[in-house]
């Protein structure tokens, strides 16, 4: 499906799968909707960018700030073809440390933002009565490990979120709905962490087999590329090397 000039919303455009999503959709010539906590996190990503594109404040922790941001969206273009959900962190920590603010914020970011954006795009797409969420969940969600039980938790509730706004919005709307599952991807959400007896347990370093964030725009192309008839509902991609 021929998708230049669709108008695509990226929530954590400035991060590292962000921003290679941006840059690889840019180059079809879609017209972005950079969002990101702070516009000068952009800076950097707006120098490789040939389009036109539209950079807004959005934190997806915050009600108001969703809001608006997609009130700015809908007065700049007519209606959103494609919401890509990236923005989401990872602070691992063993449940016995009492990480309380930190679990909290997982929920808050990976799982409340998704419904905040859903909440900000869903009216444009029920008026055209199409679009596309892509929601970028984890492997993470479906196989959990000692200090991951939040995270992956959040992950778990994405991909069943995902089934879920398939099974009512799609029949309805005729909006498809993808969850995109990678494995490990070589970005700083690692940087999150700061249980330093589950930094100390893990080994992080060395050559652990690990996916490009382009690998992941990759993907995120081919999904919005499928004709009207088909929905990729799920995707599952690990690195090489790893089960």
Partial sequence: MEIKDKVVVITGA??????????????EGCFLVLAARTIESLTDL??????NYLEVEMDVANNKSV???????????????????????????????????EWLNTIEVNVKGILRTLHGALPS?????????????SVDGKELYKGGAVYGASKAAIIALSRAMRMELSPEFNIKV??????????????????????NDKDYGGDEPMLH???????????????????????????TGKS
């Fill in 67 to 101: 809001s608006d941001a997609f009130t700015t969206i809908l007065n700049t273009v007519e209606s959103i073809d494609v919401l890509i959900n990236v923005a989401g962190v990872m602070p691992l920590t063993y449940l016995k440390n009492l990480h309380l603010d």
């Fill in 46 to 51: 707006k120098k490789d960018l040939k389009t």
């Fill in 178 to 199: 993808t969850s995109i599952e990678p494995g490990t991807v070589d970005t700083d959400l690692r940087n999150d962490i700061t249980d330093t007896e589950l930094l």
């Fill in 213 to 239: 964030p382009e690998d992941i725009a990759r993907a995120v192309l081919y999904v919005i590329s499928e004709p009207d008839q088909s929905n990729i509902n799920q995707l599952t991609i690990k690195p």
């Fill in 125 to 137: 797409m029920k008026k055209q009565n199409k679009g596309h969420i892509v929601n970028i969940a």
């Fill in 14 to 27: 400035n991060g590292g799968i962000g921003s290679a999503i941006a840059r690889k959709l840019d180059k």
